[in-house]
């Protein structure tokens, strides 16, 4: 099943990572106007005769793939081509940037102000600044930052400018334009705005798709979007949105540029600025409108303390090298290219697989600091812990971690008890040290104490711990589905093993980032991970745990333990309490309102069950192995449960009945 | 002007009323020689003829390179003083001194005339493997007097095509499989009992035309165990006769192109077919690997040249009943024979298209200030329909190596002009120098309509920014493709070696691809670890309606690699592949061979292939024509 060259491909701790130059320092130093009037002269892709945004627009609108789109909606619709090509002109009015240098250096000098108040440090690997220096002048580029926070994309531009590159245009949701004012700020900075949802109409995702594309093709300037297309609620990386991934791929595929290059930036925060308006969200309070009155009501974050955040640039990915032997570009040529058709499945496969080897290495190259380490122990031992014991536990996961590759940012030459205090203290809104406890802290419920209030207090805290425990899972996640494995299987028999492995692979392929069609290799790096920490030992035919692994195991299987029980709520939910007129809108609070009284009836423990994220993932997941099917009805979608097998998942997930082929099979 | 035209007419039916008149004098001798027409080439191979036109001997080796291309008096060298020089006395450049080569030599490829890579200095006989031969067939050969040979040099030369990696390992002293023996026919007849016998004693052929291919197609399989046969047909060289009434000329196939341009020119006639390698290459050759020649837009490709071909199979002789223009008698069986790369037989006889000579030709170039503007114009032109004879355009690098091509000026006032004309283009017009590119022309025709048909290119090419730039220039791009061959060795003498090759493409996708292609030849270059950036470079070579014709040149030093020519055969290997991805076809005109073979299934897929498939089984079964070339 494997094989040693497997093993040593995918050593994390191999990687050599690049060091840090903090940004900030020198906006502390020197003064911000001048820095906003410095002399900017970015390295342009090679050949490039810039492009005024409204010149962009006119080649968009006059570009053949457009007109050929236009021509054919006019036929369908039967309203003239001049209609239709109004229509596709307002349509881009709407969605293009206004790009212009001096919005760019009001930024650069409020933002300074902002960043320096809001932040102890900004730090940026400079190595990565300059391969994307050498990326942007030799292929079109495509940055791809992670996405936690709203702050991600000005401080990419930020940084840009500060680097003196090319400024990225940014994809971004619509919306922002109902933000007086601001969305037409960022508008001039290089963003533009895309729609939601626009699934049917042609006409926009031809205007879109060629509005990209013509950016990209011409190597104007770099084009930015997210792959996880919204901000994670809950850190952990999102299942990757293709759409956009499809369309930047498109123009290396059909031949009109040599090479595109795919830069993955991870962005981490050591306090996210919405933290505690995440958890809100995931427990059910709507997310406040974007507004410009809201954004200024959130000033009174200025005065908070948020640590330093870390931006890594990635290694350069070249898709021409990435579709070496994968994709056959000659498929492109039998229909001109203007014509737009749907990408084939093996297009399909491939950037599906593209965008998830991305996610990960934004994952690999996050940096982490002590904080979610101790949030992780925070988190198993909800209840409190001696301060004496947390500091020694972190420890000993600091090492597990480092051993696993996980990018650590522990600082030198200062005792673990100071790193760890520190870091308490900076969350101190979190957690609370009392008389050598750490325990979480819940805010006070206003007026009256309801159990149900009480209940929502202790709940946004916990997922607001989470969220920083989510940020090391990925470090985990492989080792941690083979411990659970190897417990629920019961057995030594790597072949068993693997089966209950990949079973919870497949469960859980909605709710971490795990790359579809890769279990060998996962299992495989799982194995080696924990037969190199020293918690198992690999055989012929088995998986044996170790002495120490009796302690590393246990941790790992906790460290899962709240997704499972959170699933197998859900599937509870939907076997004894749904009717058959479960419509989709209410599956989440009907759950919620489910795993709230099994809470307050005590036979519930974690709050993860709580949070729509799970809640949704786990539906996505039951949808997927049509466990639950989707019926649509004239004005909603019902969900048919097939109680059956979500029974038995729930018990498989339980570890009370064995994976077996048969079981899956019925899944 | 009108004078003129009337005079030069007026010679012309006088020069015909006095070929008839000859004709009429030597009837008695024509009629003796039909009488004999079983006979015919016997009779002619034993004479010793004096007269014949006969450019290509049988030991072809006496008066061309063996392991370089042409002739042995023309090369380029280095002379004393660190300047290029053309040796010999065939060419315009011949003698001639080329002050700008080296510096162009030596910062392109990083090459110093300090470091010589010199070829083995000659054939050693005694390294070629002996031959395996058929005793029977052999004794059977000689009762039919064709005349035939087994020394080491008639069979090594004939081993070989033109491919950079043939003509190395030549260089190095390296030699593969030989034909173990090279029989001359002198006629079709001749053919005919050469294949009979080969049948009849399985007996592997492979002919032999001008030998200047570059598809490995004249390589010997290794895997071929029975005795191989190379057919040289370079004595079937006549004209056999010429009709003027329906303009066609009915000539072996064997004549190489400038016997047959020289010998119709004679009678006022010419086929106008003009490959860059017309000087070696051979009418059969042609037909066999679909040529295509410079001037295709006035005279077309040799497709639309051959109006009869005879071929000599090992099933028989498949030909035409009849010469009608065009007929729907099922698919055209010629499309079986063109292109066929001597995988089923032996091309003997074609009647072909013939033209009066053009009354007059004219060269011209344009200049445009980028390559993109190039390409839009020749589009234009190829839309309008109104190419000229010949039109080219070859990108930035292929423009100043064209310069370095220059000889010593020999005035100064022409010095000063060239100053003049720089200055005036760079810096009056704008043009970057290190952006600009060049069309060169050629027009043929009558006088006036050649200028006016001048001036409609020139117009259209004002369109997109193009200057014109003189008849100069334009005359020495093409003169560029004669001599590109012979600069090859001389890379080769200093570490640098190259290749060309070639493609088709929809307009619309020229530029993505020319960039694709020479941007993947300079990466792949750089990965296998060549030290200095290659030259990689390309030109429009031909326009059509519906696309181009691409020929690539890339070339590089190769000091420092342990196995350069494995290093070249992956990059050219993944520059082809690249051209696939890009929408460009596996070959316009050089055919596939052993050396692209690899993408036929990809290019014609597996229900083509397989058809072509059955067609060799059906004609040869045996697999007497086993070069193995295509399938």
């Not at chain 1, 960022?186 to 049917?200: D, E, Q, T």
């Given at each position: 099943m494997a094989s040693k060259s497997v093993y040593s491909q995918r050593d994390p701790v191999l990687k050599k990572r690049d060091d840090f130059e903090d940004i900030l320092e020198e906006r502390r130093n020197s003064s911000d106007l001048r820095y906003a009037f410095k002399c900017y002269t970015p390295v342009l892709y090679k050949g490039l005769v810039p492009c005024k945004p409204a010149m962009l627009k006119t080649i968009v609108l006059q570009s053949d793939s457009l007109q050929h789109v236009i021509s054919q909606v006019s036929a369908e619709s039967g309203e003239s081509v001049e209609l239709v090509q109004e229509e596709a002109a307002a349509i881009l009015e709407e969605m293009a940037h206004r790009q212009q240098l001096s919005t760019v250096r009001f930024f650069a000098f409020t933002l300074s102000k902002a960043f320096k108040s809001l932040f102890r440090s900004v730090c940026v690997n400079e190595e990565g600044i300059q391969r994307l220096q050498q990326a942007i002048h030799e292929h079109p580029v495509v940055l791809l930052p992670s996405h936690r926070s709203y702050m991600d994309f000005l401080m990419m531009s930020y940084i840009l400018y500060t680097y003196d590159l090319t400024l990225p245009v940014i994809a971004a949701g619509m919306d922002f334009m109902s933000m007086k004012f601001v969305g037409e700020m960022l508008r001039m900075s290089g963003a533009f705005f895309i729609r939601r949802s626009f699934g049917g109409d042609k006409l926009y995702w031809a205007v879109f798709s060629e509005y990209v594309k013509t950016i990209l093709r011409n190597g104007y300037s770099p084009i930015e979007f997210f792959l996880e297309g919204t901000r994670s609620r809950t850190s952990k990386s999102l299942t990757p949105k293709l759409g956009l991934l499809n369309i930047v791929m498109e123009p290396f595929l059909k031949g009109e540029v040599f090479d595109v290059s795919l830069v993955p930036v991870s962005i981490s925060y050591e306090?996210?600025?919405?933290?505690?308006?995440?958890?809100?969200?995931?427990?059910?309070?709507?997310?406040?409108?974007?507004?410009?009155?809201?954004?200024?009501?959130?000033?009174?974050?200025?005065?908070?303390?948020?640590?330093?955040?870390?931006?890594?640039?990635?290694?350069?990915?070249?898709?021409?090298?990435?579709?070496?032997?994968?994709?056959?570009?000659?498929?492109?040529?039998?229909?001109?290219?203007?014509?737009?058709?749907?990408?084939?499945?093996?297009?399909?496969?491939f950037v599906n697989d593209t965008a998830y080897q991305l996610v990960r290495m934004q994952e690999e190259n996050m940096v982490l600091k002590p904080w979610v380490l101790i949030a992780t122990f925070l988190m198993q031992n909800l209840e409190g812990m001696e301060l004496s014991q947390l500091v020694e536990q972190t420890v000993w996961l600091r090492d597990l971690a480092r051993s696993f590759g996980a990018f650590l940012d522990w600082p030198d030459h200062t005792s673990s008890m100071k790193v760890v205090s520190s870091s308490l203290s900076l969350h101190c809104n979190l957690v609370s040290v009392c008389e050598g406890q750490v325990r979480l802290l819940v805010a006070a419920a206003q007026g009256c104490e309801s159990p149900e209030a009480?209940?929502?207090?202790?709940?946004?805290?916990?997922?607001?711990?989470?969220?920083?425990?989510?940020?090391?899972?990925?470090?985990?996640?492989?080792?941690?589905?083979?411990?659970?494995?190897?417990?629920?299987?019961?057995?030594?028999r790597k072949d068993e093993v693997y089966n209950c492995f990949s079973f919870l692979r497949n469960v859980f392929s909605n709710e971490f980032i795990l790359c579809p069609g890769e279990a060998v290799q996962d299992f495989d790096e799982a194995c080696y991970l924990l037969m190199k920490c020293g918690a198992v030992q690999i055989l012929q035919q088995g998986v044996v745990t170790t002495e120490s692994g009796r302690v590393t195991l246990p941790f790992l299987c906790a460290m899962l333990e709240p997704f499972l029980q959170g699933y197998q709520v859900v599937c509870r939910y939907l076997c004894e309490e749904a009717n058959d007129n479960l419509t989709e809108k209410l599956f989440i609070p009907a759950v919620r309102t489910f795993a709230v009284k099994l809470h307050l009836a005590g036979s519930l423990r974690c709050y993860e069950a709580l949070s729509s994220d799970l809640q949704k993932n786990a539906l996505a997941a039951l949808l997927r192995l049509n466990a639950v099917k989707k019926v649509k009805t004239a004005d909603q979608v019902v969900l048919k449960v097939n109680k059956l097998a979500v029974n038995s998942l729930e018990d498989t997930l339980g570890g009370k009945i064995p994976t077996q082929k048969p079981v899956l099979a019925r899944l | 002007m009108a004078s003129n035209g009337k005079s030069s007419e007026r010679q012309r039916t006088a020069q015909q009323r006095l070929r008839i008149i000859a004709g009429h004098l030597r009837k008695p001798e024509e009629a003796d020689h039909t009488e004999i027409a079983a006979q015919e080439c016997k009779a002619e191979?034993?004479?010793?003829?004096?007269?014949?036109?006969?450019?290509?001997?049988?030991?072809?080796?006496?008066?061309?390179?063996?392991?370089?291309?042409?002739?042995s008096d023309s090369r380029f060298l280095f002379n004393k003083k660190g300047q290029a020089e053309f040796t010999g006395k065939r060419y315009r450049l011949s003698g001639l001194i080329m002050p700008s080569l080296k510096d162009w030599f030596e910062g392109t490829f990083g090459a110093n005339l300090q470091h010589k890579s010199p070829a083995a200095p000659a054939l050693n006989a005694?390294?070629?493997?002996?031959?395996?031969?058929?005793?029977?067939?052999?004794?059977?050969?000689?009762?039919?007097?064709?005349?035939?040979?087994?020394?080491?040099?008639?069979?090594?030369?004939?081993?070989?095509?033109?491919?950079?990696?043939?003509?190395?390992?030549?260089?190095?002293?390296?030699?593969?499989?030989?034909?173990?023996?090279?029989?001359?026919?002198n006629c079709h007849n001749d053919v005919v009992k050469i294949v009979e016998l080969a049948c009849k004693h399985n007996v592997c052929?492979?002919?032999?035309?001008?030998?200047?291919?570059?598809?490995?197609?004249?390589?010997?399989?290794?895997?071929?165990?029975?005795?191989?046969?190379?057919?040289?047909?370079?004595?079937?060289?006549?004209?056999?006769?010429?009709?003027?009434?329906?303009?066609?000329?009915?000539?072996?196939?064997?004549?190489?192109?400038?016997?047959?341009?020289?010998?119709?020119?004679?009678?006022?006639?010419?086929?106008?077919?003009?490959?860059?390698?017309?000087?070696?290459?051979?009418?059969?050759?042609?037909?066999?690997?679909?040529?295509?020649?410079?001037?295709?837009?006035?005279?077309?490709?040799?497709?639309?040249?051959?109006?009869?071909?005879?071929m000599v199979t090992p099933r028989g002789v498949i030909e035409k009943s009849c010469q009608g223009p065009r007929m729907s008698t099922g698919p055209d069986v010629h499309h079986f024979i063109l292109g066929s790369e001597g995988t089923l037989g032996v091309v003997t006889e074609v009647t072909m298209k013939i033209r009066p000579i053009p009354e007059y030709q004219k060269y011209g170039s344009v200049v445009f200030p980028n390559f993109q503007q190039g390409v839009a114009c020749l589009r234009e032109v190829a839309k309008q329909r109104c190419a000229p004879a010949s039109i080219r355009l070859m990108d930035n690098e292929q423009f100043k190596f064209g310069h370095a091509l220059k000889p010593q000026v020999s005035s100064i006032f022409t010095s000063f002009l060239d100053g003049l004309k720089k200055f005036y283009i760079t810096k009056f017009k704008g043009f970057d120098q290190d952006q600009l590119c060049v069309a060169t022309l050629l027009f043929e025709g009558d006088r006036e309509k050649v200028l006016q048909h001048e001036k409609q290119v020139y117009d259209i090419a004002a369109k997109f920014g193009g200057l014109a730039a003189g008849e100069d220039n334009g005359q020495r791009g093409y003169m560029l493709t004669f001599v590109i061959a012979y600069l090859r060795d001389l890379g080769m003498d200093y570490y640098v070696i190259g290749e060309s090759f070639e493609t088709s493409v929809p307009w619309d996708r020229v530029l993505d691809l020319c960039r694709n292609v020479k941007e993947r030849i300079v990466r792949e270059c750089k990965e296998k670890g060549v030290q200095f950036p290659p030259l990689s470079t390309c030109r429009v070579t031909q326009t059509y309606d519906v696309g181009a014709c691409v020929y690539f040149y890339f070339a590089f030093n190769y000091r420092g690699l342990s196995d350069p020519l494995n290093v070249y055969l992956q990059v050219e290997h993944a520059a082809r592949e690249e051209i696939l991805a890009n929408g460009g076809s596996l070959s316009h005109h050089h055919g596939v061979g052993k050396l692209r073979k690899e993408w036929m299934q990809e290019s014609v897929s597996s229900v083509g292939l397989g058809m072509l498939r059955s067609v060799k089984e059906y004609v040869d079964p045996d697999n007497i024509f086993g070069n193995r070339n295509l399938l």
């Amino acid at each position: 099943m494997a094989s040693k060259s497997v093993y040593s491909q995918r050593d994390p701790v191999l990687k050599k990572r690049d060091d840090f130059e903090d940004i900030l320092e020198e906006r502390r130093n020197s003064s911000d106007l001048r820095y906003a009037f410095k002399c900017y002269t970015p390295v342009l892709y090679k050949g490039l005769v810039p492009c005024k945004p409204a010149m962009l627009k006119t080649i968009v609108l006059q570009s053949d793939s457009l007109q050929h789109v236009i021509s054919q909606v006019s036929a369908e619709s039967g309203e003239s081509v001049e209609l239709v090509q109004e229509e596709a002109a307002a349509i881009l009015e709407e969605m293009a940037h206004r790009q212009q240098l001096s919005t760019v250096r009001f930024f650069a000098f409020t933002l300074s102000k902002a960043f320096k108040s809001l932040f102890r440090s900004v730090c940026v690997n400079e190595e990565g600044i300059q391969r994307l220096q050498q990326a942007i002048h030799e292929h079109p580029v495509v940055l791809l930052p992670s996405h936690r926070s709203y702050m991600d994309f000005l401080m990419m531009s930020y940084i840009l400018y500060t680097y003196d590159l090319t400024l990225p245009v940014i994809a971004a949701g619509m919306d922002f334009m109902s933000m007086k004012f601001v969305g037409e700020m960022l508008r001039m900075s290089g963003a533009f705005f895309i729609r939601r949802s626009f699934g049917g109409d042609k006409l926009y995702w031809a205007v879109f798709s060629e509005y990209v594309k013509t950016i990209l093709r011409n190597g104007y300037s770099p084009i930015e979007f997210f792959l996880e297309g919204t901000r994670s609620r809950t850190s952990k990386s999102l299942t990757p949105k293709l759409g956009l991934l499809n369309i930047v791929m498109e123009p290396f595929l059909k031949g009109e540029v040599f090479d595109v290059s795919l830069v993955p930036v991870s962005i981490s925060y050591e306090r996210v600025l919405e933290e505690a308006l995440y958890a809100r969200e995931l427990l059910g309070v709507p997310k406040p409108k974007e507004s410009t009155s809201g954004l200024l009501k959130a000033r009174r974050i200025f005065s908070e303390d948020y640590g330093s955040m870390h931006v890594y640039f990635g290694q350069p990915v070249s898709v021409r090298s990435l579709a070496q032997g994968r994709i056959n570009r000659a498929h492109y040529n039998l229909v001109p290219r203007h014509i737009p058709r749907k990408p084939t499945n093996e297009a399909q496969s491939f950037v599906n697989d593209t965008a998830y080897q991305l996610v990960r290495m934004q994952e690999e190259n996050m940096v982490l600091k002590p904080w979610v380490l101790i949030a992780t122990f925070l988190m198993q031992n909800l209840e409190g812990m001696e301060l004496s014991q947390l500091v020694e536990q972190t420890v000993w996961l600091r090492d597990l971690a480092r051993s696993f590759g996980a990018f650590l940012d522990w600082p030198d030459h200062t005792s673990s008890m100071k790193v760890v205090s520190s870091s308490l203290s900076l969350h101190c809104n979190l957690v609370s040290v009392c008389e050598g406890q750490v325990r979480l802290l819940v805010a006070a419920a206003q007026g009256c104490e309801s159990p149900e209030a009480l209940l929502f207090e202790q709940a946004v805290s916990a997922l607001s711990c989470a969220s920083y425990r989510n940020q090391v899972l990925h470090v985990f996640l492989r080792p941690a589905l083979l411990a659970v494995a190897m417990h629920t299987a019961a057995t030594q028999r790597k072949d068993e093993v693997y089966n209950c492995f990949s079973f919870l692979r497949n469960v859980f392929s909605n709710e971490f980032i795990l790359c579809p069609g890769e279990a060998v290799q996962d299992f495989d790096e799982a194995c080696y991970l924990l037969m190199k920490c020293g918690a198992v030992q690999i055989l012929q035919q088995g998986v044996v745990t170790t002495e120490s692994g009796r302690v590393t195991l246990p941790f790992l299987c906790a460290m899962l333990e709240p997704f499972l029980q959170g699933y197998q709520v859900v599937c509870r939910y939907l076997c004894e309490e749904a009717n058959d007129n479960l419509t989709e809108k209410l599956f989440i609070p009907a759950v919620r309102t489910f795993a709230v009284k099994l809470h307050l009836a005590g036979s519930l423990r974690c709050y993860e069950a709580l949070s729509s994220d799970l809640q949704k993932n786990a539906l996505a997941a039951l949808l997927r192995l049509n466990a639950v099917k989707k019926v649509k009805t004239a004005d909603q979608v019902v969900l048919k449960v097939n109680k059956l097998a979500v029974n038995s998942l729930e018990d498989t997930l339980g570890g009370k009945i064995p994976t077996q082929k048969p079981v899956l099979a019925r899944l | 002007m009108a004078s003129n035209g009337k005079s030069s007419e007026r010679q012309r039916t006088a020069q015909q009323r006095l070929r008839i008149i000859a004709g009429h004098l030597r009837k008695p001798e024509e009629a003796d020689h039909t009488e004999i027409a079983a006979q015919e080439c016997k009779a002619e191979s034993s004479r010793t003829n004096p007269e014949k036109p006969n450019s290509m001997p049988k030991r072809r080796q006496e008066i061309m390179k063996w392991n370089g291309w042409g002739y042995s008096d023309s090369r380029f060298l280095f002379n004393k003083k660190g300047q290029a020089e053309f040796t010999g006395k065939r060419y315009r450049l011949s003698g001639l001194i080329m002050p700008s080569l080296k510096d162009w030599f030596e910062g392109t490829f990083g090459a110093n005339l300090q470091h010589k890579s010199p070829a083995a200095p000659a054939l050693n006989a005694g390294v070629v493997p002996p031959p395996n031969l058929n005793e029977v067939f052999v004794e059977e050969l000689k009762a039919t007097g064709i005349p035939f040979s087994q020394d080491a040099d008639d069979r090594m030369f004939r081993a070989h095509g033109h491919c950079l990696h043939e003509i190395f390992a030549l260089r190095e002293g390296h030699f593969g499989r030989c034909p173990d023996m090279v029989v001359w026919p002198n006629c079709h007849n001749d053919v005919v009992k050469i294949v009979e016998l080969a049948c009849k004693h399985n007996v592997c052929l492979m002919p032999y035309g001008g030998g200047t291919s570059v598809s490995s197609a004249l390589e010997c399989p290794p895997e071929e165990t029975r005795s191989i046969v190379s057919l040289d047909t370079s004595q079937m060289n006549r004209i056999l006769w010429i009709d003027e009434k329906n303009l066609t000329a009915h000539v072996e196939a064997g004549i190489i192109g400038q016997d047959l341009e020289r010998l119709l020119n004679e009678s006022g006639y010419c086929t106008g077919h003009e490959p860059d390698s017309m000087e070696f290459s051979s009418l059969g050759g042609w037909v066999a690997t679909r040529a295509s020649g410079m001037k295709k837009n006035i005279y077309g490709n040799i497709e639309d040249l051959v109006v009869h071909i005879k071929m000599v199979t090992p099933r028989g002789v498949i030909e035409k009943s009849c010469q009608g223009p065009r007929m729907s008698t099922g698919p055209d069986v010629h499309h079986f024979i063109l292109g066929s790369e001597g995988t089923l037989g032996v091309v003997t006889e074609v009647t072909m298209k013939i033209r009066p000579i053009p009354e007059y030709q004219k060269y011209g170039s344009v200049v445009f200030p980028n390559f993109q503007q190039g390409v839009a114009c020749l589009r234009e032109v190829a839309k309008q329909r109104c190419a000229p004879a010949s039109i080219r355009l070859m990108d930035n690098e292929q423009f100043k190596f064209g310069h370095a091509l220059k000889p010593q000026v020999s005035s100064i006032f022409t010095s000063f002009l060239d100053g003049l004309k720089k200055f005036y283009i760079t810096k009056f017009k704008g043009f970057d120098q290190d952006q600009l590119c060049v069309a060169t022309l050629l027009f043929e025709g009558d006088r006036e309509k050649v200028l006016q048909h001048e001036k409609q290119v020139y117009d259209i090419a004002a369109k997109f920014g193009g200057l014109a730039a003189g008849e100069d220039n334009g005359q020495r791009g093409y003169m560029l493709t004669f001599v590109i061959a012979y600069l090859r060795d001389l890379g080769m003498d200093y570490y640098v070696i190259g290749e060309s090759f070639e493609t088709s493409v929809p307009w619309d996708r020229v530029l993505d691809l020319c960039r694709n292609v020479k941007e993947r030849i300079v990466r792949e270059c750089k990965e296998k670890g060549v030290q200095f950036p290659p030259l990689s470079t390309c030109r429009v070579t031909q326009t059509y309606d519906v696309g181009a014709c691409v020929y690539f040149y890339f070339a590089f030093n190769y000091r420092g690699l342990s196995d350069p020519l494995n290093v070249y055969l992956q990059v050219e290997h993944a520059a082809r592949e690249e051209i696939l991805a890009n929408g460009g076809s596996l070959s316009h005109h050089h055919g596939v061979g052993k050396l692209r073979k690899e993408w036929m299934q990809e290019s014609v897929s597996s229900v083509g292939l397989g058809m072509l498939r059955s067609v060799k089984e059906y004609v040869d079964p045996d697999n007497i024509f086993g070069n193995r070339n295509l399938l």
